[in-house]
C-alpha cells in the first residue's frame, strides 16, 4: 500500500518530488536543511579516514548557519580529522512507515574564529560521552543531499515502529 503523498514534494505539495532510481524520494536542499535543524541536538554519525581505513562514529551535533558542529576531545577522532578533513556527517530517521537520511560531505576544521567560539559556546551541544570534548569541530557543507524511502517489506514483518526509533 502506499501513502497518498508518496512521491509528492512536502515543501510544494502540488509538486511531484524527483525520484531515484529505487525510488526513493530525493529531498531538495531545503528538505535537507529542515531535517539538519529538526535533529540538531541530537545525535548523528561521522564517517572519517583513521589510518587509511573507512570508520564511522556516533557523535552528538548542533547546527550552525556556518555547518555542522561537533565538540571532540583529544585522541584519534581529532587526529584523524587533522590528518584527513574530508568527511562525511549522516543523519537518519523513522516516520513510519517512511524512513530518510540525509548526508553532509565537507571539510571538518577546529574552530578558532572567536566569533563562531562565540556561537558555539552557547549552542548547548553537550556530548554523548561522560567527559566533554573541549575542541569544537565545524564542518562546512559542500554537499548535502538526502532521500526519503518507505520501510521495506521485510523491515516491516515482525518489527513494530517503537523497536526501530533510536
Not at 583529544?74 to 530518510?100: C, K, N, Q, R
Not at 559556546?121 to 559542500?142: A, K, Q, R
Not at 514483518?157 to 533510536?166: H, I
Amino acid at each position: 500500500m502506499t501513502s497518498p503523498t508518496e512521491g509528492v514534494s512536502p515543501e510544494s505539495p502540488g509538486k511531484l518530488a524527483s525520484l531515484d532510481q529505487r525510488g526513493s524520494s530525493v529531498l531538495s536542499l531545503a528538505e535537507c536543511h529542515a531535517l539538519l535543524r529538526h535533529t540538531s541536538g541530537r545525535y548523528g554519525r561521522i564517517g572519517i579516514n583513521m589510518n587509511g581505513a573507512p570508520v564511522v562514529l556516533p557523535l552528538n551535533f548542533v547546527l550552525l548557519d556556518a555547518g555542522v558542529l561537533l565538540r571532540i576531545g583529544p585522541g584519534s577522532t581529532l587526529d584523524a580529522i587533522a590528518d584527513e578533513p574530508v568527511v562525511a556527517f549522516e543523519i537518519d530517521g523513522l516516520d513510519w512507515p517512511a524512513a530518510w537520511s540525509v548526508l553532509v560531505q565537507g571539510i571538518a576544521s577546529v574552530m578558532r574564529d572567536p566569533l563562531l567560539l562565540e556561537q558555539a559556546e552557547s549552542s548547548g551541544l553537550t556530548p554523548l560521552v561522560g567527559e566533554p570534548g573541549e575542541v569544537y569541530v565545524l564542518i562546512s557543507m559542500s554537499a548535502i543531499s538526502g532521500r526519503r524511502f518507505q520501510v521495506g517489506p521485510l523491515a516491516r514483518s515482525g518489527v513494530s515502529a517503537p523497536d526501530l526509533e533510536p
